[in-house]
């Protein structure tokens, strides 16, 4: 089953992160690289990805067939979506585990969903 492992953060984390000495920055992204190596060597991992700022997002809403794009995120939160893992694993229970070694779930929040399946629909 896959999973969707999605990795929050907050505008008061990443200043934290910025203002962290190379060498502990580095060791946070060894982690990360761990991680990825581990889950490739199961075949667990589909694609993992670190997004960009929020401040770059573009809000896309369609309405009577008139494309509307705003610039920034969605709305006003405490918590923006920072990047995420599709992984594909045996069981939720897998799955959280995956999760748990994420260096944000130390200080922040890491959520797992399910990906939603539609049989005997092509796509």
Same mark, same amino acid.
Request: proline share 6%.
């Given at each position: 089953? /896959?999973?969707?492992?999605? %990795?929050?953060?907050?505008?008061? =984390?990443?200043? !934290?992160?910025?203002?962290?000495?190379? *060498?502990?920055?580095?060791?946070?992204?060894?982690?990360?690289?761990?991680?990825? $190596? &581990? +889950?490739? =060597?199961?075949?667990?991992?589909?694609?993992? $990805?670190?997004? *960009?700022?929020?401040? +770059? *997002? /573009?809000?896309? @809403?369609?309405?009577?067939? !008139?494309?509307?794009?705003?610039?920034?995120?969605?709305?006003?939160? /405490?918590?923006? +979506?920072?990047?995420?893992?599709?992984?594909?694993? &045996? &069981?939720?229970?897998?799955?959280?585990? %995956?999760?748990?070694?994420?260096?944000? *779930?130390? =200080? =922040?929040?890491?959520?797992?969903?399910?990906?939603?399946?539609?049989?005997? +629909?092509? @796509?």
């Amino acid at each position: 089953m /896959k999973y969707l492992v999605l %990795i929050y953060t907050n505008p008061d =984390a990443r200043r !934290q992160w910025e203002q962290l000495p190379p *060498a502990e920055q580095a060791a946070g992204l060894r982690e990360y690289a761990a991680l990825n $190596e &581990d +889950l490739a =060597a199961t075949g667990e991992m589909v694609v993992a $990805e670190s997004l *960009a700022d929020p401040s +770059l *997002a /573009k809000r896309v @809403m369609v309405r009577d067939g !008139q494309v509307t794009a705003t610039d920034g995120p969605y709305a006003e939160t /405490k918590e923006q +979506l920072a990047g995420f893992y599709l992984v594909e694993c &045996d &069981d939720v229970e897998r799955a959280v585990q %995956i999760a748990a070694r994420i260096p944000e *779930a130390q =200080a =922040a929040v890491v959520e797992v969903r399910p990906v939603r399946t539609y049989s005997g +629909l092509e @796509m």
